[in-house]
């Protein structure tokens, strides 16, 4: 029986024939190429983009019977066709949604005057042209133009009461003060935040109107159009035409619930330890996408077929992990399972989602991205699943030396149904916004990473179809999630050591970039900012080592408890400490060079301004209990009307590094490598925040 193996630190190279026949040859892996090579003629691109053909063809009004029943189309099609692979533990779980689920049922919009009526955009025809959150209704009055209609003065010297507005801005800020503020009936709005609508005149964006603070707040309903139909109706108004417009609106409310489909390959039994795949199946219940939001779990559902496949024929070993799919609502459901499974927590070794994975390259021009994990949780999976990017990318690709051999790839990953082209990557850092967050922001954290297309020219709006997805991407796609899964699946002690040296490899690369900008700083700085720039770019080198030598010894999460493969694991990590004192100099020997050229006398070591001395005597820790932020962002540490004194992502890694034994200097510092400098001040008050709110304490020491 052909089992999954892993090369070793020499390696299994691939054949002399092979070799000697591409000049420039394929990258090695963690996984054996006749491995590599069985699991690409496996997946099939065309089965993952049939799923959403299935699932997601077209934007739909969900039926009344799919919210009573308390299961959607979505979800009974993927329990039903994993059940169908061989797939265990299938089931759906439901949980509440924790408010009412709105639903569109019909809506119309007509010019009615002068001349004969004018359709302009029904619901039936496209779903995204009615603004979630609208209620049901039939106004027919005058139409009127306020520009963007999301401020007061755009509504100065405009009569809008009893009338229907019409808007280039944001639907729902232009009814907050159109309907709620000024007394319109409703608005039309051609605004599409999402897309490029110079370019894709014809699209719409999905968008909605929300209930706001104020539960007795007025809402009626809003229409988005696409910019080509509202400049159509802004023309007609410039040319003086007093038009009527007719609107009506059928909308409900259901007590509905979430749908989170599970399915698993189970391990061995050899460990408890699981490894996770998350996509979401729903982006809200109304919203409906074919790429997003349907792409990832297709993509999925077909890499777990193929994986379970190779193990029935004995091309793959059972894992010794247990692989764990959920297919979700977008983070909320991802959120929910965790907490009704709070045992998981405990045993995830890793995690991976896929959002956007199946977009045709060439119509998007865009690029599959990894997005990797935040600084504060240096992990392996980030440089095993680079590893196998670059190797897709390297092998998807025509290469000048090779083309001797042919004009071709070398070993295609191409799916018969879609495109040739060649693949294109790029490897990122950290970025929120779908399930891979709530795995990060877990208690114990957990590592996570994300598969992405970017830019999407269609997502979020009602072009989003499988005609803009490619099965070849999508077999790519399901080809990295086996191989990448398998090797966290299957690794013990011996995989473990291995996956530290591929993780010793790309932390030096990291180093070296990190220590390239440390240089530039010398090199760009002017006698007024050199010993500040030396400070930070001391930093930035300093901040490298601490980060990759957790990277590196991350690896032994994977060990099984072995303590032999651990030492090995720690020693490789600590050959970082040789090498760290030599980029240090070098950056002190840059900074030397740049006083002599700008006339500054050098100060070395750097001295620390009052500030700093003070920061580095605070210790900031959580309380326990007390409530963390969810999302890709930050926003406050502890509320209040003013701004926060950090923000975004810088908010949510200052908090992620207050773990009760790092100094705010230390947080500063580490947030300051990671996004770029930022006032030692503005941290300490961060956290002071923090502490009034009663979410943090702060001692000294």
């Not at 892996?29 to 959403?52: F, R």
């Not at 061989?86 to 439901?94: K, Q």
């Not at 790429?291 to 024929?313: K, S, V, Y």
Request: charged residues 20%; glycine residues 8%; negative net charge.
């Amino acid at each position: 029986m052909h089992t999954i193996r892993f090369l070793t630190a020499i390696g299994l190279a691939v054949s002399g024939a092979v070799i000697m026949a591409q000049e420039q040859a394929d990258p090695r892996t963690l996984i054996p190429p006749a491995t590599l090579n069985a699991i690409a003629q496996h997946v099939s691109g065309a089965q993952a983009h049939n799923h959403v053909l299935e699932m997601c063809p077209y934007e739909r009004n969900r039926p009344a019977e799919e919210y009573q029943s308390g299961t959607y189309r979505e979800a009974a099609y993927a329990e039903a066709k994993a059940r169908e692979y061989g797939f265990s533990d299938v089931h759906i779980e439901r949980f509440p949604l924790g408010a009412r689920q709105w639903d569109g049922e019909m809506a119309e919009l007509w010019v009615t005057a002068p001349g004969p009526p004018q359709l302009i955009t029904r619901y039936r025809d496209v779903a995204t042209t009615l603004a979630t959150g609208s209620r049901s209704g039939d106004v027919t009055a005058e139409l009127v133009y306020v520009g963007r209609g999301d401020t007061a003065d755009d509504y100065a010297g405009r009569d809008v009461k009893g009338k229907i507005v019409l808007a280039s801005g944001p639907v729902g800020a232009a009814h907050n003060l159109a309907v709620r503020q000024f007394g319109a009936e409703g608005v039309v709005s051609f605004f599409n935040g999402t897309g490029k609508p110079i370019d894709r005149p014809d699209q719409m964006g999905w968008s909605g109107i929300t209930q706001g603070p104020d539960a007795n707040a007025r809402t009626t309903w809003g229409f988005v159009l696409s910019l080509r139909m509202g400049l159509d109706l802004l023309g007609r108004l410039e040319r003086h035409q007093k038009l009527t417009v007719h609107a009506v609106v059928q909308a409900a409310e259901y007590d509905a619930p979430m749908n989170v489909v599970v399915a698993t390959i189970p391990g061995d039994g050899s460990t408890n330890e699981e490894f996770h795949f998350t996509a979401h199946l729903f982006e809200g219940i109304a919203k409906q996408g074919a790429n997003d939001n349907c792409g990832g779990p297709a993509t999925q559902l077909e890499a777990g077929r193929a994986w379970i496949e190779m193990i029935d024929r004995g091309l793959m070993s059972r894992p010794k992990r247990t692989v764990r799919f959920l297919w979700v609502p977008e983070i909320s459901g991802t959120r929910a399972y965790l907490l009704a499974h709070p045992e998981l927590g405990r045993h995830v070794v890793a995690s991976i989602s896929t959002d956007m994975v199946g977009a045709n390259q060439t119509i998007n021009h865009n690029s599959l991205h990894l997005n990797q994990t935040m600084y504060s949780i240096p992990n392996v999976i980030n440089d095993v699943s680079r590893q196998f990017f670059e190797y897709v990318g390297e092998t998807n690709r025509e290469k000048l030396h090779n083309r001797r051999i042919a004009y071709a790839f070398q070993n295609p990953i191409i799916d018969p149904s879609g495109t040739r082209d060649p693949f294109h990557y790029n490897i990122e850092k950290f970025y929120g916004a779908s399930d891979h967050q709530v795995h990060l922001d877990w208690d114990p954290r957990l590592p996570a990473v994300q598969f992405g297309n970017w830019p999407d020219a269609v997502y979020h709006s009602s072009e989003d179809s499988p005609a803009n997805q490619d099965p070849t991407q999508m077999k790519r796609a399901a080809f990295l999630m086996v191989a990448i899964g398998s090797v966290f699946a299957n690794a013990g002690p011996a995989e473990a050591v291995a996956t530290a040296g591929v993780a010793l490899t790309y932390a030096e690369a990291r180093i070296a970039a990190d220590l390239g900008d440390g240089l530039a700083m010398m090199a760009g700085s002017t006698a007024a900012s050199l010993n500040e720039n030396f400070k930070e770019a001391l930093n930035l080198v300093r901040q490298a080592y601490v980060r990759e030598r957790l990277d590196v010894g991350s690896a032994a999460t994977l060990a099984m408890n072995d303590k032999a493969a651990a030492a090995d694991i720690l020693a490789l990590a600590q050959t970082l400490d040789q090498a760290e004192p030599i980029d240090v100099n070098r950056v002190k020997l840059a900074y030397r060079a740049a006083a002599g050229r700008v006339g500054v006398t050098p100060v070395d070591p750097p001295v620390p301004t009052e500030e700093e001395r003070a920061a580095a005597r605070l210790v900031p820790a959580k309380k326990a209990g007390a409530p963390t932020p969810q999302g890709f962002g930050g926003g406050a540490a502890g509320g209040g009307g003013t701004p926060p004194a950090l923000q975004g992502y810088y908010a949510m890694e200052a908090r992620n590094f207050a773990d009760g034994t790092r100094s705010v200097l230390d947080i500063r510092n580490a947030i300051a490598a990671e996004f770029g400098p930022v006032p030692v001040d503005a941290v300490v008050t961060f956290f002071r925040d923090a502490e009034k709110a009663g979410t943090y304490t702060v001692t000294s020491k």
